[in-house]
């Protein structure tokens, strides 16, 4: 993994923070404490694998104060054996969507050539996987090797051995291993079940087995009750079949006793027929008679509907003539009533074009008022954009700010040339009081070989007289006091140039954080000019609205519109007046009017009477029934003798009847006495058949028992086979089982895996004390030790970690903090480099979060040192730290600075 680009939205000091890293191979990040340097490397591990320094899922406190989104976006490369490499982008955000639930989205992708490709899994956990499947490394095992956090620097050291191997485990790529391990534990899981399952079966088929005899004693005595109940209910059968027969007997009578009966009924149905038709024929005979005594009236009622008819007929002639003419004044009226219609319906017409009319005036002026109010509308919207007292206030207020980054950036510039200035003074100094410290050097040997009491002449080389050699070293005591005082002089003035420097470079710095914000001012300045631009053209804009709608709000007042359709509104109204005058008046249709006149005339000449004519249709409907009344006359008159001779024959026919059914009488009381002698048998048949049936349900029952005996037996007979197939496969489950828990052993962590970190420690001992030997100049040592012996004598799986120096072995915690941190980055930058190594996982990336407090001078110039040794073997080191003495020790340095509106970040 080796990271380029870091993006941070909200993200606890960072608002808006973006760090290119590309190019970038070694670099210090510094800045003060509380500046944001650690943030950026927790930003990197949200992003990535969801965690930071606070407590899993405690997200909440990474948002920045006051603000609801959070996100990271991380882009980095990974390199793989061979040369290949992709490119990868995660994006992680979180949303507090209230002040109890929030919601947190999370992008895998990789680069193509066609742009970015999602990698996303169906939920954000298989996501998070993916991503750790892709690096090849856990969150736990990133902290516990290419990142040193700040404060857990031991991260690793202080773990207990177990966990040290987990780590190591992770580093190493064993985690096959372990899923080998758990494959081969499930494997011998399912066939321990299955091996305790046959073994449970075969059990199972033993005890079975054991019921033979108990089966073969239950067969025989079933089969013998069987036989026995076979021969009961052959004799009950027997009895059954007797009664049987006489059952078919008594159905016989019965079915002759129901013959009897209905010809019975048939018999006495048909006297009541006969005595039916009797008394029909007698009432004729009594209607035809009281016919016969009424004869005169009828004939003189039928004289007087004859006479009334034929007075009718004549009404009705003259009701023809009076109907045609009412028709031909109904047609009169038609045509009357037609005419007025249609000027009606030509007022209506001239009414509604009217209104039509009046409508288009309407809508015209509801088109003015709706042009006034879209003009009303465009106007609000634009006076929105004209500028307020605060905006001239702000614009002023930024104006002025400019004008004071201004005068700052010309203090910047001095700030500098006075700096560069004091440093070239001090430069200069400090080489003269170097060259005062050689003259100094020399005059005090000079002065030494003079004090000599045969001392010679430095120049001609002649022994010196005691007057010249005092008055030598007189002079050079005066030569080297000048010198002296020159050399103090000197450090007075380093000591204040270096005071100079310090506070031009607290002045450069607070001028570097006024001058980040000057970008953001002068944006905001184009910003609010381009406002001011808009609001001048908002003006102009309103201007020529408000005129448009001063003209629209005359042209209502003066009713300036519709000039055709009120033109066609007075004509429309006009018409319409005159048509209506005519139809009040009546002048229309005057043919139809004479035809009615000459019609109402005839009716008045035909002088038909409709209440005489409707008198006499009574009288008539009165009297209609006179011809019937006569027919049923002559009807009797004829049927009278007949109706005398059908009711002698029906007599007869009566008296034949009635002896006949008392023969059938007879005959049935025969039938039910004979019935009658058969019922004591019958009684007895529900009893017979109920023992036939007890005797087979007992035969039925031992029989059963025979089937289900023999079913038993012959169920035995396949257990006896199946035992010796179960007794097989529990012996081939067995081995299989053994196979399985020797694979599990030798994938376990005292398998195999122990075997590969075994073999890796000698590797990583080596790199660990290379780097512990460069650090404390040889004189410290690390051993790890993978077995230690128990109380009882044996010895147990470890990872224990053995530091030695010139006085010997001590535990961790009796070191000294400089010392533990020297051990504690020796070790992590081993298990860095030897992740990096690993086949398939290449991070290549150091980070170190502080750690030098704790150090000397030396023992930082020594781990920068170290660092610098193992900067070929990652693509990226990053080291954190506030100490001013580091700020120049790596080639490139990000500057973390904290402002009011967030941490900034500058690679510089």
Not at 220 to 231: C, L, V
Not at 744 to 751: I, K, L, S, Y
Not at 878 to 885: A, M
């Amino acid at each position: 993994m080796i990271p380029e680009e870091l993006h941070l939205r909200n993200f606890l000091s960072h608002r808006e923070t973006d760090l290119d890293l590309r190019g970038v191979h070694v670099a210090s990040l510094i800045g003060d404490n509380g500046a944001g340097k650690s943030a950026l490397l927790d930003a990197l591990t949200w992003a990535v694998w969801g965690r930071a320094r606070t407590p899993y899922g405690h997200d909440e406190a990474l948002v920045q104060q006051g603000e609801t989104l959070m996100e990271v976006e991380f882009v980095f490369r990974m390199a793989y054996q061979g040369g290949e490499e992709h490119r990868f982008r995660i994006l992680r955000r979180r949303d507090q969507q209230g002040r109890r639930s929030a919601s947190s989205t999370l992008d895998f992708q990789v680069q193509t050539a066609n742009g970015w490709r999602l990698l996303n899994g169906n939920a954000l956990r298989e996501t998070q996987a993916r991503i750790i499947e892709r690096l090849g490394l856990d969150y736990d095992t990133f902290i516990n090797s290419a990142y040193l956090r700040q404060g857990h620097a031991d991260e690793f050291t202080v773990q207990t051995p177990s966990d040290r191997k987990r780590v190591l485990s992770v580093i190493l790529g064993l985690e096959q291993w372990e899923r080998y391990a758990e494959r081969a534990h499930q494997a011998l899981a399912t066939v321990q079940a299955e091996e305790k399952e046959l073994a449970r079966r075969i059990a199972e088929i033993e005890q079975e087995l054991t019921q033979r005899p108990a089966y073969q004693k239950a067969l025989a005595q079933a089969e013998a009750e069987a036989q026995e109940a076979a021969g009961r209910v052959k004799e009950a059968q027997e009895a059954l079949d007797a009664l049987t027969r006489v059952q078919e007997q008594a159905a016989a009578l019965q079915r002759q006793l129901a013959e009897a009966r209905r010809r019975t009924d048939e018999e006495q149905q048909r006297l009541a027929d006969l005595q039916r038709q009797q008394r029909a024929h007698a009432e004729r005979r009594r209607a035809y008679q009281e016919l016969l005594e009424r004869a005169p009236a009828i004939e003189s009622r039928l004289k007087d509907y004859q006479a009334a008819l034929a007075e009718e007929r004549a009404w009705s002639e003259k009701l023809g003539q009076a109907a045609r003419l009412q028709e031909e004044k109904a047609r009169a009226e038609k045509a009357l009533t037609r005419e007025a219609d249609a000027l009606r319906q030509r007022i209506h017409a001239l009414e509604l074009e009217s209104a039509r009319q009046e409508q288009a005036l309407a809508a015209a002026r509801a088109r003015i008022e709706q042009e006034i109010r879209e003009r009303q509308g465009q106007i609000r919207p634009l006076q929105e954009r004209l500028p307020t007292p605060e905006f001239f206030a702000r614009l002023e207020e930024i104006e002025g700010q400019l004008e004071f980054t201004a005068q700052v950036a010309e203090e910047l510039e001095k700030a500098r040339a006075d700096l560069q200035e004091a440093q070239m003074k001090r430069s200069g100094l400090i080489e003269r009081n170097r060259q005062l410290k050689a003259l100094m050097g020399e005059t005090k040997e000079r002065l030494d070989a003079l004090e000599q009491a045969e001392a010679s002449c430095p120049l001609c080389r002649q022994p010196l007289t005691s007057e010249h050699q005092a008055q030598l070293l007189a002079q050079l005591r005066a030569e080297g006091n000048a010198m002296a005082e020159e050399h103090r002089h000197n450090a007075q003035g380093v000591r204040d140039l270096q005071a100079q420097e310090a506070a031009l470079e607290q002045q450069i710095r607070e001028h570097d954080k006024t001058l980040h914000l000057r970008t953001q001012l002068e944006q905001r300045l184009d910003y609010m000019r381009q406002q001011l631009e808009q609001a001048e053209e908002a003006r102009r804009r309103i201007a020529a609205f408000e005129a448009e709608i001063a003209a629209l709000r005359k042209q209502l007042e003066m009713e300036a519109y519709g000039e055709a359709e009120r033109e066609a509104r007075a004509r429309l109204q006009a018409e319409r007046d005159a048509v209506a005058a005519r139809l009040a008046a009546g002048e229309y249709a005057p043919e139809a009017r004479a035809a009615l006149q000459e019609v109402l005339a005839e009716l008045a000449r035909l002088g038909y009477d409709a209440a005489a004519h409707n008198a006499l249709k009574t009288r008539v409907q009165a009297l209609a029934s006179a011809e019937a009344d006569y027919r049923e006359l002559e009807k009797a008159r004829v049927g009278v003798q007949g109706e005398e001779e059908a009711l002698k024959r029906l007599t007869l026919e009566g008296a034949a009847q009635e002896q006949r059914l008392a023969q059938l009488g007879q005959e049935r009381q025969a039938l039910q006495a004979a019935y009658e002698a058969l019922r004591p048998q019958l009684e007895t048949v529900p009893r017979v058949q109920q023992s036939v049936q007890e005797a087979r349900q007992r035969e039925a029952s031992a029989r059963q028992r025979v089937g289900a005996m023999q079913q038993q037996l012959h169920a035995l007979d396949t257990q006896e086979r199946r035992l010796v197939q179960l007794r097989e496969q529990h012996l081939a489950v067995g081995q299989r089982s053994a196979r399985l828990k020797e694979l599990r052993e030798a994938f376990g962590v005292n398998g195999i895996p122990a075997m590969i970190i075994e073999h890796t420690l000698p590797l990583f001992e080596l790199e660990a004390n290379r780097l512990l030997e460069q650090l404390s100049d040889g004189k410290m040592h690390v051993r790890f030790e993978t077995q230690r012996e128990t109380k009882g004598g044996n010895l147990r799986e470890t990872l224990d970690i053995l530091i030695s120096d010139e006085k010997g072995s001590r535990p961790y915690e009796n070191y000294s903090g400089g010392e533990q941190f020297r051990v504690n980055f020796a070790i992590r930058v081993a298990l860095a480099r030897l992740l990096a190594q690993r086949a398939g996982v290449r991070p290549r990336t150091l980070f170190v979060d502080e750690g030098f407090g704790s150090l000397d001078d030396d023992g930082r110039q020594r781990l920068v040192e170290a660092i610098k040794a193992v900067q070929e073997d990652f693509d990226l080191i990053l080291v954190i730290t506030h100490i001013e003495e580091l700020r120049d020790a790596f080639p490139v340095r990000i500057q973390v600075s904290k402002t009011e509106v967030g941490s900034l970040v500058e690679v510089l």
